[in-house]
């Protein structure tokens, strides 16, 4: 059986384990089922998710002169506490920018490699968790736009890390955490402007992933580079397709390249 389509990240629906889905334009893969599977992944070119054209991926999917012009690229996007719109002040676009950044916001502690604070849009939890990898989180505040999480994010940044060690979270290295007691303890921390908005009531979510066997040394796919791949599929965390040999591709951070996959 084969597959061929522009890679972005894996759909996922929140489930015990998680499920994941590979979506390409007119045909979709529930990866779940190709655990156990021998996978044989090549290299076709390059299609940025805006223009569609075959041009190398800067990031994000996007060819560098989308990644530097589109507003779904802005500084914004990664650090929130750029956000502008609640200003009615215009970065890219502001139509865009205030369908996006003048929405509910949630500021959350995530247990993946270590415990971490993140941002995202109300709307996608528990999907953002998932796509860290993160096996048990909680919510902090909820807040109506995104300055406020991002300005909130950097004051927690001080006392807590922000970035996921990924190598250890596909090994599993993980200790389970009373996330409860870190936002207590984080709470006098909270910006003045968003305390208000504190959650003081909910409990942790805690995901379960289709794993058969971690890695115990990871070793990244760079597909551009080796241009085709075939390996046992045996495990998917985060956004990571794990196989048995301990090779992991990171399905995101390849978005916007044309693939062929064939199963065995």
């Not at 061929?4 to 889905?21: D, R």
């Not at 921390?189 to 805690?206: Q, V």
Request: aromatic content about 10%; some cysteine.
């Amino acid at each position: 059986m084969q597959y061929q389509g522009t890679l972005t990240k894996m759909e996922t629906e929140f489930s015990s384990p998680i499920q994941y889905y590979l979506v390409f334009e007119t045909d979709f893969i529930n990866m779940n089922q190709l655990l156990n599977k021998t996978l044989k992944i090549n290299f076709v070119k390059y299609e940025c998710l805006n223009c569609k054209l075959n041009k190398p991926i800067y990031r994000q999917g996007f060819c560098k002169s989308c990644f530097f012009d589109i507003p779904q690229a802005a500084d914004w996007i990664m650090r929130p506490e750029l956000s502008t719109a609640h200003l009615d002040k215009e970065d890219r676009d502001l139509e865009y920018e205030k369908k996006v950044q003048l929405q509910p916001h949630i500021v959350y502690l995530a247990n993946s490699s270590n415990v971490k604070v993140g941002v995202t849009r109300k709307s996608q939890i528990p999907t953002r968790w998932i796509d860290q990898g993160a096996h048990e989180a909680i919510e902090i505040v909820e807040v109506p736009n995104r300055y406020l999480a991002g300005i909130t994010e950097v004051a927690l940044k001080d006392h807590v890390a922000d970035k996921t060690n990924w190598r250890s979270m596909l090994k599993n290295d993980v200790v389970d955490e009373n996330l409860v007691e870190w936002r207590e303890r984080l709470k006098s921390y909270i910006p003045d402007e968003a305390m208000d908005y504190y959650i003081a009531s909910n409990t942790e979510t805690n995901l379960e992933f289709p794993v058969l066997k971690y890695p115990k040394k990871p070793s990244s796919l760079n597909l551009v580079k080796a241009h085709e791949y075939e390996g046992k599929l045996v495990g998917i965390k985060g956004q990571y397709l794990i196989f048995e040999d301990e090779t992991v591709f990171n399905v995101r951070a390849n978005e916007g390249l044309v693939v062929a996959i064939a199963i065995n």
